[in-house]
């Protein structure tokens, strides 16, 4: 039995009343049932082995860059081997070789992926250190869905076009960017965009961004691909690649390491 206690400080079993003046009290019961039938025990998260860090991939997660090789990249051109150089566990951008892109296509997934800015950039603007990680590649050249890259560390460019904007689209909620020649980190989850057998939308994709610890896109809904020119637009796909860009500007390039993926 429950004791309670009104505000004139008798003792009143099994319910809760509060007794404000006159004609004003209110009463609630004790809530009816067991707390078992509100216990779910199947199905059990499966177990996996954290990293030793949080910039570590746990057990579970599909290794896209280990710092070793390009096993798993091709160019988007051709399909050819990516062609990008590996040195020193760091990859950098070769632009004369063109977009790459994973072999394997995905939906939804978490990402982790490391990028720096060359401590010796000296444009400004878009060719200060551009590049971009396209969460889903739907084509040939820079067809998806592009979260940006760039130095906007003291570097002022347009808001829907800096570092952690989805690009034309989406203004960060925050400038997270370091200084050029210190590596950053982008953790993304993405829910790719659910089609109708017409091609037209049934959800949009979302997407969440931490870019060095700070939220900066927090489950926004996209209008469509990535455009240069003009107003997105949605076409259908099952699932895709995820590309990282080889930007034609002059600037010296970026580069990347410790690229992992989790599907969701």
Known sequence: ?????????????????????????????????????????????????????????????????????????????????????VSNGVLTVNKAAGNIETKRSFTNYQLHIEWKIPQNISLSGQAR????????????????????VLD????????????????KQAIPLANASKKPGEWQVYDVIWNAPKFNADGSVQTPAHVTVIHNGAVIQNNYELKGETTYIGQPQYKKYESAPIKLQAHGDKSEPISFRNIWVREL
Not at 129 to 148: K, P, R, V
Request: hydrophobic content about 30%.
């Open 1 to 85: 039995m429950i004791l309670s206690v009104n505000y004139n400080g008798n003792e009143i079993p099994g319910t809760l009343t509060r007794q404000g003046g006159a004609g004003n009290t209110a009463t609630a019961s004790r809530p009816k049932g067991k707390p078992e039938e509100t216990e779910v025990w199947d199905p059990v998260p499966k177990v996996i082995t954290p990293g030793k860090s949080p910039l570590d991939a746990p057990s579970d997660a599909v290794v896209l860059f280990d710092g070793k090789n390009l096993d798993q990249w091709v160019t988007v051109k051709d399909k050819s081997p990516a062609n990008w150089t």
């Open 129 to 148: 250190g551009n590049s971009g990680i396209f969460l889903a590649s739907t084509g040939q050249g820079d067809a998806g869905y592009e979260l940006q």
């Open 152 to 167: 906007s560390y003291e570097n002022k460019t347009y808001s829907n076009g800096q570092a952690g904007s989805i690009y």
